[in-house]
C-alpha cells in the first residue's frame, strides 16, 4: 500500500514507526520521518497550468466526505521534525516551514486513493457548466512547485 492512514489522519508517528510501516520504501531519511510517508504521496501527479480558454475548478474534485481521512495539522511538534517526500522537493526545496494541509488539497486526496488496475484515471479539475468545443487539445504535464500556484 505504502501509506499510513494513522499519519495521514494526523497522529505523530515516529521515524521507527514509519520505517517499519507501511509507507517501504519512502519511509524516513536523516533520521526523520517523510510526511507524508510512501510511494503513493511521493508520486502525486503535478500538473500543468489551467487551459485560459476553459475555465476549470478543483473544488469538488475528491469524493465526497474524503477529507476526514486527513488533517489539517499532524501532531508532529514542529514541521520541522518530518521530511517531504523526495519527489516534493521542488514544492517544498527547504523542507517543510508549516504542514501542507491535507484536509483541504483535494488534489492529493484524488491521488490518495489507490487505482485498482493498471489503467486509471484521477480527476484534476472540473466544469459542470460549459461545453468544450470540439477541436484538438494538447495537454502538457510538470511537476508543479505548487499545486495552486499558476506556472
Given at each position: 500500500?505504502?501509506?499510513?492512514?494513522?499519519?495521514?489522519?494526523?497522529?505523530?508517528?515516529?521515524t521507527s514507526q514509519?520505517?517499519?510501516?507501511?509507507?517501504?520504501?519512502?519511509?524516513?531519511?536523516?533520521?526523520?520521518?517523510?510526511?507524508?510517508c510512501g510511494l503513493?504521496?511521493?508520486?502525486?501527479?503535478?500538473?500543468?497550468?489551467?487551459?485560459?480558454?476553459?475555465?476549470?475548478?478543483?473544488?469538488?474534485?475528491?469524493?465526497?466526505?474524503?477529507?476526514?481521512?486527513?488533517?489539517?495539522?499532524?501532531?508532529?511538534?514542529?514541521?520541522?521534525?518530518?521530511?517531504?517526500?523526495?519527489?516534493?522537493?521542488?514544492?517544498?526545496?527547504?523542507?517543510?516551514?508549516?504542514?501542507p494541509n491535507l484536509?483541504?488539497?483535494?488534489?492529493?486526496?484524488?491521488?490518495?486513493?489507490?487505482?485498482?488496475?493498471?489503467?486509471?484515471?484521477?480527476?484534476?479539475?472540473?466544469?459542470?457548466?460549459?461545453?468544450?468545443?470540439?477541436?484538438?487539445?494538447?495537454?502538457?504535464?510538470?511537476?508543479?512547485?505548487?499545486?495552486?500556484?499558476?506556472?
Amino acid at each position: 500500500m505504502s501509506l499510513d492512514t494513522t499519519q495521514l489522519k494526523g497522529d505523530y508517528r515516529s521515524t521507527s514507526q514509519i520505517d517499519d510501516g507501511d509507507c517501504k520504501p519512502i519511509t524516513s531519511s536523516g533520521g526523520k520521518p517523510y510526511y507524508p510517508c510512501g510511494l503513493i504521496a511521493n508520486s502525486v501527479f503535478n500538473d500543468g497550468a489551467q487551459n485560459e480558454t476553459y475555465d476549470f475548478t478543483e473544488k469538488g474534485i475528491a469524493w465526497g466526505g474524503i477529507a476526514k481521512n486527513y488533517v489539517e495539522t499532524p501532531d508532529y511538534p514542529s514541521p520541522s521534525d518530518v521530511l517531504p517526500p523526495p519527489n516534493w522537493a521542488r514544492r517544498y526545496p527547504n523542507g517543510y516551514e508549516s504542514f501542507p494541509n491535507l484536509r483541504e488539497d483535494e488534489h492529493f486526496q484524488v491521488w490518495m486513493r489507490i487505482a485498482a488496475l493498471p489503467t486509471f484515471r484521477k480527476l484534476w479539475a472540473r466544469n459542470d457548466n460549459d461545453v468544450m468545443t470540439q477541436g484538438r487539445y494538447r495537454v502538457n504535464a510538470y511537476m508543479m512547485l505548487s499545486w495552486n500556484q499558476p506556472r
